[in-house]
């Protein structure tokens, strides 16, 4: 099936540890995004991506690295900077496009806990 | 920033029409309005998308007004599944990248 796939679905990290989420897609969508949602609020944009080898910072990049190596791969790495990783991580795609209706597609997401 | 506002919740009997509002004043000529809805540790689900004019899917209608500055989701039959936060967004260009801004959203509470 067609789909964003984010593994793993539940991680847990230490202090002072990088750990780094997957986001998989087989939509052959050319833009990638992710966010990150605090318990009971809405969700914050980290960085997308539009091609590949291409990716620029959200309104929260800081503490967090991403590479776009592949089209179908977006993964995101949350560094020891990050000061309040505890979150829900969503990972999205969409086809590029300029001021369209195409759809952002989102997938499970991946819950992160600093221990 | 949103650039939505939604109340902050809602309540709908089983079976009945669930109607969410959403203001969007500021929205530019050719930005689309998004409904998302998103049910508790789990990502996003696309619900429907409109330009000017009204839209039905499978799962629910979008009445957008004249002057787009608010629309109006319709759940013409609500379950006990519908219970999610339904977010309203307008689509963002920035840069010539596309992004969403999400708000807080509205949390839809269907009662049996």
């Known amino acids: 099936d067609g789909g964003i796939t984010q593994s793993p679905k539940y991680l847990f990290r230490k202090e002072g540890q990088n750990v780094t989420l997957s986001c998989e897609q087989n939509?052959?969508?050319?833009?990638m995004y992710w966010y990150r949602q605090d318990p009971g609020q809405g969700l914050r944009l980290i960085y997308y991506?539009?091609?590949?080898?291409?990716?620029q910072k959200g309104d929260i990049a800081e503490g967090y690295s991403v590479s776009r190596e592949k089209k179908e791969s977006f993964p995101l790495t949350v560094t020891s900077a990050q000061k309040n990783p505890t979150a829900f991580y969503l990972c999205a795609s969409s086809t590029l496009t300029g001021l369209s209706g195409n759809t952002i597609y989102f997938g499970e997401g991946s819950w992160l806990t600093v221990v | 920033d949103a650039k939505t506002t939604q109340p902050p919740s809602m309540d709908c009997a089983e079976g009945r029409a669930a109607n969410l509002p959403c203001n969007h004043s500021?929205?530019?000529?050719?930005?689309?309005v998004y409904w998302y809805r998103q049910i508790h540790s789990q990502g996003p689900q696309y619900i429907i998308h409109g330009l000017k004019n009204n839209e039905t899917n499978e799962m629910a209608s979008l009445i957008i007004t004249e002057d787009r500055k608010s629309s109006t989701l319709i759940l013409p039959h609500a379950t006990l599944r519908d219970t999610a936060v339904y977010y309203c967004?307008?689509?963002?260009?920035?840069?010539?990248?596309?992004?969403?801004?999400f708000g807080k959203g509205t949390k839809l509470t269907v009662n049996p």
């Open positions: 991506s539009q091609i590949v080898n291409d990716f």
């Open positions: 967004i307008v689509r963002v260009a920035q840069g010539g990248s596309e992004k969403l801004v």
């Open positions: 939509l052959n969508h050319d833009a």
């Open positions: 500021t929205i530019s000529g050719n930005e689309y």
